[in-house]
Structures are given as structure tokens and as C-alpha cells.
């Protein structure tokens, strides 16, 4: 099956700190997707970005479908970015099943 | 705004007892999907159902079932507790796309349902 790779696991910024994410995927894929989840656990979709970049405020994600891999930047980062970060893929349409890395959990400091 | 809603946020129980998560979904999706959240493991896909009545198992459906009765609404069942199923399990819906790649084929999550069994 599709395996997702994620990194780095971990990362502490500094507030204004601009970062970038990494999400690795195995197979040739028309799904993915971009998630954030916040310290009490809600999970919020970010982006569905099977190719292409689109910039939604201080986020943007680019996904390069040939070489398998997508990358999400955060500009200017707040303490309200703090949480995880997934990244899932799969195919679109029908079932749509997804296949979740394993995230990166990112802290940011005042 | 989507919103998917989940029966608890946090559900104590005993090994052996007999557990349900509900979930609510309230945008009409025919899809809808339960899994379970275990630090350094990431999601994993338990089962997710594309229609009333229908459902398909995940990657790691041993030890639960489920129920859809009806459209919005979407049941997680541990039939006997045990304590490997501490963790957090949340619900999720879309849209059944046929035909291809749209954009907007995202998943809704719930706020998630803590689950310890002691």
C-alpha cells in the first residue's frame, strides 16, 4: 500500500519564524491533503492539493505529483499554528480513502 | 460550515464492557469514516461506510464493527473492550465523488472521542 513519510517529526520555532514541512509519498496518487490539529485535538483540513500551489493567508502547499512530494509553509508563524501537521493521500473521488503520515508536531514559542 | 459531530469527548469504560461512538454528520455526505489516533502512529482507518447499510473494513477493523442505519449517522462499536483500545477515535465524512479528481473532496473531522479502558 501507500506509505507517507513525514518531516522533521518535531519543531520549535520562534514566533515569526518562517518553517517548512515535508510530506514524502510511495505511489502515484490524485489525492492529498493537508491537516492541522490543534491542542485539543480537532482536526481542521488545510488544503486538498493533489498538484499545484495555493496559498490560503500565511500557509502554502506545494505538491509535485511526479516526484511524489508536497511541501506546506508557514510564514511568519504564531503560537496558534502550534499542533500537528498530517499530510494524507490517496485516490480522489469514490471512497476517497486516505492514508494519514504519521505528522509533524510543531511548537511555537513567544 | 460542516459540521461532524461526536456523542463524547472523553468515555471511561471496563474490559469487557460493550462500547458505541456515535457520530453526526449534518452535510449529507455519503461517505463517513471512523479511525484511531496512538502517538507516533498517525491516523489509522478502522472502517468507513459510502452509503447507509454499507460499510468496508480498514486497516484495522479487528476488534470493532459498525452500523449505519441511516445517512447522517455513523456508529463505532467495540462488541468487548480491552485495554489496547485506549486511544482517541474520530469520525470523519465527504462527499462519494464518481468520476475522477474535484476539488473540494476533502474529509470533515469530529472533535474526537477519548477512550480509556481500564
Known amino acids: 500500500g501507500i506509505q507517507v513519510e513525514q518531516s522533521p517529526p518535531d519543531l520549535i520555532l520562534q514566533e515569526g519564524a518562517n518553517s517548512t514541512l515535508r510530506c514524502n509519498f510511495s505511489d502515484s496518487v490524485n489525492n492529498l491533503q493537508w491537516f492541522h490539529q490543534n491542542p485539543w485535538g480537532q482536526l481542521i483540513n488545510l488544503f486538498y492539493i493533489p498538484s499545484g500551489t495555493k496559498q490560503n493567508g500565511r500557509l502554502s502547499a506545494t505538491t509535485v505529483a511526479t516526484e511524489r512530494y508536497s511541501l506546506l509553509y508557514i510564514s511568519s508563524s504564531q503560537t496558534t499554528d502550534s499542533g500537528v501537521y498530517f499530510c494524507a493521500t490517496g485516490f480522489s473521488g469514490g471512497y476517497n480513502k486516505l492514508i494519514f503520515g504519521a505528522g509533524t508536531r510543531l511548537a511555537v514559542h513567544p | 460550515d460542516v459540521k461532524v459531530t461526536q456523542s463524547s469527548r472523553y468515555l471511561v469504560k471496563r474490559t469487557g464492557e460493550k462500547v458505541f461512538l456515535e457520530c453526526v454528520q449534518d452535510?449529507?455526505?455519503?461517505?463517513m469514516f471512523w479511525y484511531r489516533q496512538d502517538p507516533g502512529l498517525g491516523l489509522r482507518l478502522i472502517y468507513f461506510s459510502y452509503d447507509v447499510k454499507m460499510k468496508e473494513k480498514g486497516d484495522i477493523p479487528e476488534g470493532y464493527s459498525v452500523s449505519r442505519e441511516k445517512k447522517e449517522r455513523f456508529s463505532l462499536i467495540l462488541e468487548s473492550a480491552s485495554t489496547n483500545q485506549t486511544s482517541m477515535y474520530l469520525c470523519?465524512?465527504?462527499?462519494?465523488?464518481?468520476?475522477?479528481?474535484?476539488?473540494?473532496?476533502?474529509?470533515?473531522f469530529g472533535p474526537g472521542t477519548r477512550l480509556t479502558v481500564l
Open positions: 452535510m449529507d455526505h455519503e461517505n
Open positions: 470523519a465524512s465527504s462527499f462519494y465523488l464518481a468520476g475522477g479528481p474535484l476539488v473540494g473532496d476533502t474529509q470533515y
